[in-house]
């Protein structure tokens, strides 16, 4: 049997939503590493699933609302390292890429996560201005 393409997770790990970002969006289930809590962060971008992003933006940078733009095409996400920082902190670098109104974009950051109380939370990011690929 074919896996039916619209199940596949936005984020490109190859799972079917349910069982990859699915199981932390909306369910209050944390996840357990940063990885898992930044490309659930993206399948929310892709499903425009604002109250997840604020809900795993860390409270010292999160924004009061957060409006997502209409219009975006997410085309997809590449996750290009990892490494934790310490036990509660680490970083992922990830190009993301996006189309709106048939202008591609491409957004190369590597963010910031820190684990309190059992959550994941995203921080702060730098982004990569000067990229070859
Ligand atoms: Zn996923």
Redesign the pocket.
Known sequence: MPTLSHDA?????G?H?AT???RYIGTGMPAPDAESLM??R??AFVRGDAPHLLATWHASTRPATLELEPGVKWLGLEVRAQHATDADHAEVEFVARSRLGGRASRLHERSRFVREGGHWYYVDGDLFTKDKT
């Open positions: 997770c936005p984020c490109g790990r799972a939503f990859c970002c699915g490309r659930s993206y399948s």
